[in-house]
Nanobody, 122 residues
Framework: VQLQASGGGLVQAGDSLRLSCVAS????????SAWFRQAPGKEREFVAS???????SYADSVQGRFTISRDNAQKVVYLQMDNLKPEDTADYYC?????????????????WGQGTLVTVSS
């Protein structure tokens, strides 16, 4: 299983970005997926997850600004990020697990994409 993340970039505070994560290989399209992020000098943290039934969970810091969704046919998971803030600056990683149920713990995910850098200037 391979995950390919893309969509990062340099934006100004208040702007929007949409990250994409394309899955390939032997993974069910409805397996739970998530986005995590890691800022310089900080530990990786949970951002959002989506379960088999499209139920979504979010970190408090992004609730109301970020939206996770997916296209099951294309095996793509998206992270729509609106009203970006400088504190959202980080490498963003997509992850998937061989379960239909999502989790906010990075140790529960066995498949990871490479990071895509999001930089938000003030």
């Amino acid at each position: 299983v391979q995950l390919q993340a893309s969509g990062g970039g340099l934006v100004q505070a208040g702007d929007s970005l949409r990250l994409s994560c394309v899955a390939s290989g032997r993974i069910q399209s409805r397996y739970a997926s998530a986005w995590f992020r890691q800022a310089p000098g900080k530990e990786r943290e949970f951002v959002a997850s989506i379960a088999w039934d499209d139920a979504a969970s979010y970190a408090d810091s992004v609730q109301g600004r970020f939206t996770i969704s997916r296209d099951n046919a294309q095996k793509v998971v998206y992270l729509q990020m609106d009203n970006l803030k400088p504190e959202d600056t980080a490498d963003y990683y997509c992850a998937a697990r061989s379960s239909f149920f999502s989790s906010s713990q990075d140790s529960d995910y066995g498949y990871w994409g490479q990071g895509t850098l999001v930089t938000v200037s003030s």
